[in-house]
T-cell receptor, first 113, second 112 residues
Framework: GAGVSQSPSNKVTEKGKDVELRCDPI?????LYWYRQSLGQGLEFLIY????????KSGLPSDRFSAERTGGSVSTLTIQRTQQEDSAVYLC???????????FGEGSWLTVV | GQSLEQPSEVTAVEGAIVQINCTYQ??????LSWYQQHDGGAPTFLSY????GLEETGRFSSFLSRSDSYGYLLLQELQMKDSASYFC?????????????FGTGTLLAVQP
């Protein structure tokens, strides 16, 4: 596509429910990132995929968080047993290795009530 | 581990010049990037420095000193639309696009 697409754009869920957030990167981009941004805060690194290499999961805050990337394209971030502190904007980004630019989607705004 | 420090807020007037500093501590440093984020929007790429020195892109310039673990973003001829948050980010694997770790951001307020 023309840009990084994320869905849903907004999600309200009850505490304890599981949620899935989807990211469709720019076509041809080999690198894909997930970040989390709480209101008025910085961008917290969650996970990084690069081509067929093992993902860098060092930023995932707990084992309730997982992500996969199928076919080197679409990625899904899953949060199990959501907690109120999971409320944030989840930003996905992609890049073409060596391009020098990382492109963000508009984010998925998650609210846990 | 990795950490980046930048001022939380900066205020300047229209037409002025402002400098936003960033200091970092990281292993495997490859470059420093800058991103702009307007309220409610997605971050957008501004510039990248892999080598020491100044990179200029229009009204924006970015500087890096690897020996000092320090960089800055310079915004000239400030406009109201420059009011936004500015994040520095360290690339810790290789190239500007690999595992970016972001600072906490600097909120720039441009006043008339």
């Amino acid at each position: 596509g023309a840009g990084v697409s994320q869905s849903p754009s907004n999600k309200v869920t009850e505490k304890g429910k599981d949620v899935e957030l989807r990211c469709d990167p720019i076509s041809g981009h080999t690198a894909l990132y997930w970040y989390r941004q709480s209101l008025g805060q910085g961008l917290e690194f969650l996970i990084y995929f690069q081509g067929n290499s093992a993902p860098d999961k060092s930023g995932l805050p707990s084992d309730r968080f997982s992500a996969e990337r199928t076919g080197g394209s679409v990625s899904t971030l899953t949060i199990q047993r959501t907690q109120q502190e999971d409320s944030a904007v989840y930003l996905c980004a992609s890049s073409s290795t060596g391009s020098g630019t990382i492109y963000f989607g508009e984010g998925s705004w998650l609210t846990v009530v | 581990g990795q950490s980046l420090e930048q001022p939380s807020e900066v205020t300047a007037v229209e037409g002025a010049i402002v400098q936003i500093n960033c200091t970092y501590q990281t292993s495997g440093f490859y470059g420093l990037s800058w991103y702009q984020q307007h309220d409610g929007g997605a971050p957008t790429f501004l510039s990248y420095n892999a080598l020491d020195g100044l990179e200029e892109t229009g009204r924006f310039s970015s500087f890096l000193s690897r020996s000092d673990s320090y960089g800055y973003l310079l915004l000239q001829e400030l406009q109201m639309k420059d009011s936004a948050s500015y994040f520095c980010a360290v690339s810790s694997v290789g190239g500007a696009t690999n595992k970016l770790i972001f600072g906490t951001g600097t909120l720039l307020a441009v006043q008339p």
